[in-house]
T-cell receptor, first 111, second 115 residues
Framework: KQEVTQIPAALSVPEGENLVLNCSFT??????LQWFRQDPGKGLTSLLL?????REQTSGRLNASLDKSSGRSTLYIAASQPGDSATYLC??????????FGKGTRLHILP | GAGVSQSPSNKVTEKGKDVELRCDPI?????LYWYRQSLGQGLEFLIY????????KSGLPSDRFSAERTGGSVSTLTIQRTQQEDSAVYLC?????????????FGPGTRLTVT
């Protein structure tokens, strides 16, 4: 059974720092991995989608990597800003088409 | 164009009543997904539609839950005889196709409270 774990559960860093969020999954047989952010009381916003054949994706200050063989993905945020404060979720799409989410990392950027 | 919309945004119901939640996907998106997010819990995958078909319903928590999709567009999630543990935010997402290559776009959710 696919399980997705995100570490740390919460993180506070000063504005301007670079940071890395981690996501691990137990079954490497996935179609893709997607990173989302969720603001309090809101739905999810897609950040990056990495196909199983890809190693990384970049969008602005965000870079996501995927190492399928080791069951890991990282989300790198450069030059963090207070507006980056949110919960970050990763999700894997398994071969049976089920999408399994981690419980998220609550990020707080200190002004 | 318009994003995924869900209605109602909030629903308070008494234990034992039936509720119906609605999702309008992005126009042209053939795949539609339902999730549940309980307080302090992660997102729980419920069901996925490709067109009007749901290949796997095993994610639905109990036989009180059912979902349908008609015309390849609007979907409804029905919960019969609601229980307090059904209280959660129910999220819907759609993607261009059901294949693994497409991003999911989420609606704002329906917050269900069972009293």
């Amino acid at each position: 059974k696919q399980e997705v774990t995100q570490i740390p559960a919460a993180l506070s860093v000063p504005e301007g720092e670079n940071l890395v969020l981690n996501c691990s999954f137990t079954d490497s047989a996935i179609y893709n991995l997607q990173w989302f952010r969720q603001d309090p009381g809101k739905g999810l916003t897609s950040l990056l989608l990495i196909q199983s054949s890809q190693r990384e994706q970049t969008s602005g200050r965000l870079n996501a990597s995927l190492d399928k063989s080791s069951g890991r993905s990282t989300l790198y945020i450069a030059a963090s800003q207070p507006g980056d404060s949110a919960t970050y979720l990763c999700a894997v799409r398994a071969r049976d088409d089920k999408i399994i989410f981690g419980k998220g990392t609550r990020l707080h950027i200190l002004p | 164009g318009a994003g995924v919309s869900q209605s109602p945004s909030n629903k308070v119901t008494e234990k034992g009543k039936d509720v119906e939640l609605r999702c309008d996907p992005i126009s042209g998106h053939t795949a539609l997904y339902w999730y549940r997010q309980s307080l302090g819990q992660g997102l729980e995958f419920l069901i996925y539609f490709q067109g009007n078909s749901a290949p796997d319903k095993s994610g639905l928590p109990s036989d009180r839950f059912s979902a349908e999709r008609t015309g390849g567009s609007v979907s409804t999630l029905t919960i019969q005889r609601t229980q307090q543990e059904d209280s959660a935010v129910y999220l819907c997402a759609s993607s261009r196709s059901g294949g693994g290559g497409y991003e999911q776009y989420f609606g704002p959710g329906t917050r269900l409270t069972v009293t």
